[in-house]
């Protein structure tokens, strides 16, 4: 126990001793050192500062460095750094570009009323209008077969490959193809900031333009693409008939704490793309950021991290209890079960839904944990002969067949239930929705199950509970830690975007497990029942002492 208590300990010292160090390198991030004294040669003072008249010209073309030519698309004469805008325009698609090539912008802020190639105090930034991303397989209708949608998608097709288009392909085809993103968000520093030449940050410094004004040192407007709010589903697939396609322009005043935290943001993102992280992986990542300000980031930071501490002391004392768990007395065995069959369903669907590695890879080391419980709980035991495995399963004893008749007992009255509920959404969503395969079809009404119906499993051991007038035999530790998360999921379903499903899957384990709670009041701790390991205080030896 004290080695227990030790690692738990060591566990929990580790997690605030991140937590602190966190919160340090964020204060670092967000605050920068102001210049003392103006008057200074150390100073940078802003230009911004002298309220200059500017103006914000875009331009597209197909390099970066406008070889080839480039085409103005927008431009404010009037450019107020201080006044927020969302601008839509119609951008023409160079013919390179429809054949699965890529597109540029030119962003400039300039001297009002000349071209940026006259203004030598310019300032710039180029942006990729196109990415690369394997196309999302069509969804038809399994009973009526493909709707008229499909169909010109399918025309659409045939026509790339007599255009010659070598990215043309079928409908399923997956190879990357280019994709427009539709959004264009840029931000302007407001702040005047003014630097300290012996604490420049290093991250502003490669967006930084000086110039010398005399004997001041002036630097020119902190221009920034925010490419964090370049999400997916933004994105649109172009072909050889898309001429022109909407582009939303985006601008906005940002702080300087803010445009901080968003660069390292941005390269974090960016790293994990050179890595392999693909287009929609790195979107997951993405989703945190967007449209939140930076209180509320981290608020979501710390939530998560308690998360993250709550998880892993569930999950270490879940793996004791059930490591050292002799008897299923009082434990349910069909909600052991179904707990196991719901996250390999659940595993599958967000294989099926081609979802980030970073949630796919817990779900199936999840699922893999599960089926060692199954195997634990029904005393399974496999051997191997000539390469064939063979099943062993264990008897069970007097009180485990008075606890399995209860649960039998509960599955029964549950079934009336549960099947035709079941049953009856897989049929509508045959019927009304549309799916890539029978199979996705399939994956979808399982998963679907499992969130709607799912705490329905959970009954079971309530009612087992309920017959045996205990809960001794509950791993209390571990549903005391996977509590506290199931209250920090409360808060993450509204912060976060995620099915509806998947938020009322939240709530509905709030109420299994205050009644788990009630249970426990209701139920006190009774010495003769057995506890969690299969034996209880009564069956100890009584020739041991302990001598404390």
């Known amino acids: 126990m004290f080695l227990k208590t030790s690692f738990t300990t060591l566990v929990v010292g580790v997690f605030v001793v991140y937590v602190l160090h966190t919160c340090w390198v964020m204060y670092g991030i967000v605050y920068t050192k102001p210049c003392d004294s103006p008057k200074s040669d150390n100073c940078i003072t802003p230009f911004l500062a002298g309220n200059p008249k500017l103006q914000l010209s875009i331009y597209t073309a197909l390099r970066p460095n406008a070889e080839g030519g ?14 927020k805008f969302e601008r839509i325009v119609n951008v023409s698609l160079p013919k390179k570009t429809r054949n699965n090539g890529t597109l540029y912008a030119l962003i400039f802020v300039h001297q009002a009323g000349v071209t940026p190639w006259q203004d030598p105090r310019q300032v710039h930034l180029v942006a990729q209008l196109t990415t690369y991303m394997v196309p999302k397989p069509p969804e038809i209708s399994l009973i009526a077969g493909e709707d008229q949608t499909q169909g010109q998608k399918e025309e659409a097709q045939q026509k790339k490959r007599r255009d010659g288009n070598p990215a043309a392909g079928g409908p399923t085809s997956n190879h990357p193809t280019s994709h427009w993103r539709s959004r264009l968000t840029l931000n302007i520093v ?17 967006y930084l333009r000086v110039f010398q004004n005399g004997k001041k040192m002036v630097y020119l407007p902190l221009l920034f693409v925010d490419e ?8 649109v697939e172009i072909n050889s008939t898309s001429m022109e396609l909407p582009l939303t322009i985006s601008y906005d005043s940002i702080s300087l704490g803010r445009l901080r935290f968003w660069i390292h943001m941005q390269d974090a993102v960016y790293s994990l793309q050179q890595f392999g992280f693909t287009e929609k992986d790195a979107d997951e990542i993405k989703g945190i950021f967007v449209d939140t300000n930076l209180y509320f980031l981290a608020l979501t930071f710390f ?3 308690f998360h993250l501490l709550f998880d892993f002391l569930a999950f270490k004392n879940d793996i004791s209890f059930w490591k050292q768990k002799k008897s299923m007395v009082g434990m349910s065995s069909k909600a052991v079960l179904w707990r196991c069959f719901s996250t390999i369903v659940i595993f599958f669907y967000l294989f099926d839904e081609q979802t980030s590695l970073l949630v796919l890879i817990p779900a199936g080391i999840g699922s893999i944990i599960e089926v060692w419980k199954v195997k634990k709980a029904f005393k399974i035991q496999v051997f191997w002969k000539g390469g064939k495995p063979s099943f062993l399963f264990g008897k069970l004893d007097e009180s485990e067949r008075r606890t399995e008749e209860y649960d039998t007992l509960a599955m029964k009255y549950l079934s009336y239930l549960l099947y035709p509920l ?3 959404g897989a049929v509508y969503a045959l019927i009304f929705l549309r799916y890539k395969s029978w199979y996705s079809w399939l994956i979808n009404s399982l998963v679907n199950g499992v969130y709607a119906f799912g705490f329905l499993f959970m009954l079971p051991q309530l009612f087992v509970n309920y017959k045996l007038k205990s809960v001794a035999h509950l791993p209390w530790k571990a549903f005391t830690y996977k509590a506290f998360n199931t209250f920090i999921d409360d808060v993450f379903a509204f912060i976060i975007t995620m099915p509806t499903s998947h938020r009322l899957a939240c709530f509905r384990d709030d109420v299994v497990f205050l009644i788990y709670l009630y249970q426990r009041w209701l139920y006190p701790v009774d010495k003769t029942r057995v506890n969690e390991y299969g034996v209880s205080y009564d069956e100890k030896p009584k020739g041991k002492t302990h001598k404390d």
Do not use: Q
């Open 422 to 424: 079941c049953i009856g």
């Open 70 to 83: 480039h085409t103005l698309i927008h431009k404010e004469e009037t450019f107020d750094v201080d006044s």
């Open 228 to 235: 964090l709010s370049n999400r997916v589903k933004d994105l």
């Open 303 to 305: 939530v998560a991290a």
């Open 190 to 206: 407001g702040d005047h900031f003014m630097f300290d030449k012996e604490y420049l940050p290093s991250d502003v410094h490669r």
